[in-house]
C-alpha cells in the first residue's frame, strides 16, 4: 500500500503543472489543487493523472486505478472547504459508478462557461452523469 501511495506521488507531482499542488488527503486518497484553472483544463489534467495512474507497478501483480472527483469555483467565489466537499462527493460517485473514472461536481459542469461545456462534451463528458473517462477490465 505504502509503496503504491509513494508512487502515486511521484508521477502525479510529475504530471501537473509547477503552479499546483499534489498531497494526501488521508488514507488512499490525494488532493490535487489546480489554480487558475477552467473545468475543462482540470479535466484533462486529472485525465492525464489518471492515465498514468493505469501504469504504476510499485507492487507486482496490483492493478492501479483512479477514481477522481473534480470540482471548480470557476465563475463563483466559493470558500475552499465548499469546493472540497463537492469534488468529494464526485469523487464518491466516480465510485458508485464502476471506478476508474473521473466525474465532474454537477455543479461545477453548471456553472462553466457554454464554451468549457462545448468543450468537455467534445472530449467525451457524460454531461447527465459528468462522468468522464473508461472502466478498464481487472
Given at each position: 500500500?505504502?509503496?503504491?501511495?509513494?508512487?502515486?506521488?511521484?508521477?502525479?507531482?510529475?504530471?501537473?503543472?509547477?503552479?499546483?499542488?499534489?498531497?494526501?488527503?488521508?488514507?488512499?486518497?490525494?488532493?490535487?489543487?489546480?489554480?487558475?484553472?477552467t473545468?475543462?483544463?482540470?479535466?484533462?489534467?486529472?485525465?492525464?493523472?489518471?492515465?498514468?495512474?493505469?501504469?504504476?507497478?510499485?507492487?507486482?501483480?496490483?492493478?492501479?486505478?483512479?477514481?477522481?472527483?473534480?470540482?471548480?469555483?470557476?465563475?463563483?467565489?466559493?470558500?475552499?472547504?465548499?469546493?472540497?466537499?463537492?469534488?468529494?462527493?464526485?469523487?464518491?460517485?466516480?465510485?458508485?459508478?464502476?471506478?476508474?473514472?473521473?466525474?465532474?461536481?454537477?455543479?461545477?459542469?453548471?456553472?462553466?462557461?457554454?464554451?468549457?461545456r462545448?468543450?468537455?462534451?467534445?472530449?467525451?463528458?457524460?454531461?447527465?452523469?459528468?462522468?468522464?473517462?473508461?472502466?478498464?477490465?481487472?
Amino acid at each position: 500500500g505504502d509503496l503504491v501511495l509513494q508512487a502515486f506521488a511521484r508521477m502525479s507531482r510529475g504530471v501537473v503543472r509547477d503552479t499546483d499542488i499534489v498531497g494526501r488527503w488521508g488514507g488512499e486518497e490525494f488532493l490535487i489543487v489546480l489554480p487558475d484553472t477552467t473545468l475543462d483544463i482540470g479535466l484533462a489534467i486529472v485525465e492525464r493523472v489518471r492515465q498514468e495512474a493505469l501504469h504504476i507497478d510499485a507492487v507486482e501483480d496490483l492493478r492501479v486505478s483512479l477514481s477522481a472527483g473534480l470540482a471548480t469555483n470557476e465563475g463563483n467565489p466559493s470558500h475552499l472547504e465548499e469546493i472540497i466537499a463537492s469534488a468529494d462527493a464526485a469523487l464518491y460517485d466516480a465510485k458508485k459508478a464502476g471506478r476508474d473514472l473521473v466525474c465532474v461536481a454537477p455543479e461545477s459542469y453548471s456553472l462553466a462557461s457554454t464554451g468549457v461545456r462545448r468543450s468537455l462534451a467534445s472530449s467525451g463528458i457524460e454531461p447527465t452523469t459528468g462522468a468522464f473517462g473508461r472502466r478498464t477490465n481487472v
